[in-house]
């Protein structure tokens, strides 16, 4: 009986020790968010000491290219190859099949697979509506229209969640259409959202197609 006293508490006296590891720390009250503005960029910290964070290796995307193609994949997809939405649209960057056809895909389950392919594609939609836009660009590019600055970066995300046509809509009748998709978003966020960003090595080209 003893013994059996000896290995039962033997036993409680392991689980506690163990157990002691797991409780938490003692905590404080933190003023977790911290947003610093700096250069119209704008960073959260959950410290307020900068200093804590250079240790750390996060990619800098800033306004470049790449961050302009993930932000817009974020947006429609929360960057999701293989997600398709209610109204059938595909992919990160929610194309739709009609779409797809005029950039040389036909196989959606094709694209639908290959996240090189749903890049690419992307990338000629707006080597097109660059194309389809130049004018516009040229004509309304640094000018406020319905209370956006306007940027080639704004206009290609515009017409790739409306169209080229609704872009010319929105800022031939100076910001007074405003169209939106099925979903609620119009262009004029997509403009606002999304100007500023490198979009000049895309070639605008007509004939862009998926190879």
């Not at 003692?26 to 704008?42: Q, Y």
């Not at 910001?175 to 403009?191: A, L, V």
Request: net charge positive; hydrophobic share 35%; aromatic share 14%.
């Amino acid at each position: 009986m003893l013994r059996k006293w000896f290995f039962y508490a033997g036993i409680i006296s392991v689980v506690a020790f163990l157990s002691s590891g797991f409780k938490p720390l003692k905590s404080e009250t933190f003023d977790w968010f911290h947003v610093d503005v700096n250069e119209d960029i704008s960073y959260q910290f959950p410290s307020q000491k900068q200093n804590d964070y250079k240790s750390l290796n996060i990619p800098f995307t800033g306004r470049f290219f790449v961050g302009y193609k993930e932000a817009i994949g974020f947006k429609e997809s929360e960057g999701k190859y293989r997600k398709i939405n209610s109204l059938g649209y595909m992919g990160k960057y929610q194309f739709g099949v009609g779409t797809l056809k005029t950039i040389g895909i036909h196989d959606s389950l094709a694209f639908l697979n290959s996240p090189k392919m749903q890049e690419k594609a992307f990338v000629a939609l707006l080597a097109k509506n660059k194309w389809e836009l130049k004018d516009e660009i040229e004509k309304y590019e640094g000018k406020i229209v319905g209370g956006v600055r306007i940027t080639e970066s704004g206009i290609l995300a515009a017409a790739h969640l409306g169209g080229a046509g609704s872009v010319k809509r929105f800022l031939h009748s100076n910001g007074r259409k405003k169209c939106k998709d099925n979903y609620g978003t119009s262009i004029k966020h997509y403009m606002r959202d999304f100007a500023g960003y490198e979009t000049s090595g895309i070639v605008a080209d007509n004939n862009a197609r998926v190879k």
